[in-house]
């Protein structure tokens, strides 16, 4: 019987591209697959030939030899085309993923490269660390990459083997009827490679656990809830995979006379009431050393002032918050005779003032 041109099967010419190609064995099979045609014996042929002929002409050696010599010349290499439907669905299974778009989740998952997991620090930093900013050092405990075999989890002089079970695909096809199940292969866990001599160090793992010593430099202005990201120092990834990320979270101690809101700083300064009543000028720590601050007479308890630029510097720009100073009255406790005489008196005149 005399096989059909498989050009003629795509709708495709000599001169077409792969993706042309691809595109069309994707229409064909899509339309004739037999899950979508039952008891249609003419769509189950029509798709048995669209997979033959699209094994030949995605393949390059396949499709040069069948160019120059036909059927004829595919045969002298042992290609026969498919005996069966069981072994079109498994011919079908190992290019579906390709041809429809599903990321080659089962014949190249053993290649895939794997990124590392990532890893959370929790640091307690002071409150005027928190302001300045500082560089520190902080210690790991992670999984690395294996010193002795590299990663590969094979012994020094050996290489992880292609797996004889799945033939590297990383999937195992069952086929019954028209469907066909893949399942993750029971040699190889998926992986497509297996490894026959594992690494004594890593004991075939590829990686190791290790500590180690990072240097962070916080920058000035962060906060409680900040969170510094370390690009690859978190756990090393697996099969050509980039390594995890460190993420560092800040958590702020409290301080004894400064609290915080957002970038600006408060605190609370005594005055005593003679400075209240006739003012004056006091001296106000601030993150930089004291400042002068002057108190106008007539000052109420709870009167607020501000020091432009004395806060915290802004993490995400240029120039820093304010301070603001609340300050309160200080009432004595304990006056001597003199002291009340004078009160006294105060009081008086000011009853008879008004």
Do not use: W
């Not at 992670?142 to 290489?159: D, E, I, Q, V, Y």
């Not at 009543?277 to 106000?284: D, K, P, Q, R, Y």
Request: aromatic fraction near 8%; proline fraction near 3%.
């Amino acid at each position: 019987m005399t096989k059909k041109d498989y050009y003629e099967i795509l709708n495709v010419t000599r001169s077409s591209s792969d993706e042309e190609i691809k595109k069309s064995y994707r229409s064909i099979a899509m339309q004739c697959h037999p899950d979508k045609n039952p008891g249609n014996k003419k769509a189950e042929e029509k798709f048995k030939e669209a997979a033959e002929a699209y094994e030949v002409l995605s393949d390059k050696q396949k499709r040069e030899i069948y160019d120059n010599y036909g059927h004829e010349g595919l045969n002298s290499t042992g290609f026969r085309g498919f005996n069966g439907f069981d072994d079109v669905f498994s011919h079908f299974s190992n290019i579906f993923d390709d041809v429809f778009g599903y990321g080659n989740a089962r014949g190249q998952s053993h290649s895939s490269a794997v990124s590392g997991s990532d890893l959370r620090y929790d640091l307690k930093i002071s409150f005027l660390d928190a302001a300045f900013g500082l560089t520190t050092e902080i210690e790991l405990e992670k999984l690395a990459t294996c010193r002795k075999c590299r990663g590969t989890g094979a012994a020094p002089g050996s290489s992880p083997e292609t797996c004889r079970t799945c033939k590297g695909r990383g999937q195992v096809i069952q086929s019954s009827g028209f469907f066909t199940i893949s399942s993750t292969c029971p040699h190889c866990n998926g992986h497509g490679k297996f490894i026959s001599k594992p690494c004594d160090h890593c004991r075939g793992t590829g990686k190791e656990q290790i500590s180690k010593t990072v240097q962070l430099k916080i920058p000035a202005g962060v906060e409680t809830g900040s969170r510094l990201r370390l690009r690859g120092e978190g756990e090393a990834g697996s099969m050509g995979g980039h390594d995890g990320d460190l993420y560092v979270f800040i958590h702020v101690e409290e301080h004894e006379f400064f609290a915080r809101s957002g970038d600006d700083i408060i605190c609370r300064v005594p005055i005593s009431f003679v400075n209240a009543a006739l003012g004056g000028t006091i001296e106000v720590p601030t993150l930089q050393g004291k400042e002068k601050l002057k108190i106008p007479r007539g000052t109420q308890n709870g009167k607020t002032f501000r020091l432009r630029g004395k806060g915290i510097t802004h993490i995400r720009g240029f120039g820093s918050g304010d301070q603001i100073i609340e300050v309160f009255v200080q009432i004595p406790t304990a006056l001597n005779k003199r002291q009340e005489e004078l009160l006294a008196e105060f009081e008086k005149i000011n009853q008879t003032a008004h």
